[in-house]
Nanobody, 125 residues
Framework: QVQLVESGGGLVQAGASLTLSCAAS????????MGWFRQAPGKEREFVSA????????LYADSVKGRFTISRDNAKNTVYLLMNSLKPEDTAVYYC??????????????????WGQGTQVTVSS
């Protein structure tokens, strides 16, 4: 089973940018789609973005479309989330997860099987 470790979170001001990274161990990384989710205090975890196994297809939540970009480097076993124009409502713990599928992209958490521990992103106004 793949092990996932997120990094890159921090405290930033509104309008700033951050890039999150998720490093994976194991041989299956390049075979499956990956996703990013987030959980704000007092709220349920929600979908942010997903990318297919080769990176050709991506999916975004409406709330981040046009501001966030997901990408992956299979040679480095890493998936990234570039977050631009950050807003206070983007404040959350961000998690990466490995999908059960390679090409088809889902926003439902039940389609993801391995999760990282999360990295905190705090956006001040």
């Amino acid at each position: 089973q793949v092990q996932l470790v997120e990094s890159g979170g921090g405290l930033v001001q509104a309008g700033a940018s951050l890039t999150l990274s998720c490093a994976a161990s194991g041989r299956t990384f390049s075979s499956y789609a990956m996703g990013w989710f987030r959980q704000a205090p007092g709220k349920e975890r929600e979908f942010v973005s997903a990318i297919s196994f080769g990176g050709a297809n991506t999916l975004y939540a409406d709330s981040v479309k046009g501001r966030f970009t997901i990408s992956r480097d299979n040679a480095k076993n890493t998936v990234y989330l570039l977050m631009n124009s950050l807003k206070p409502e983007d404040t959350a713990v961000y998690y990466c997860a490995q999908s059960m599928y390679s090409s088809r992209l889902y926003s439902d958490q039940t389609h993801f099987r391995s999760w990282g521990q999360g990295t905190q992103v705090t956006v001040s106004s």
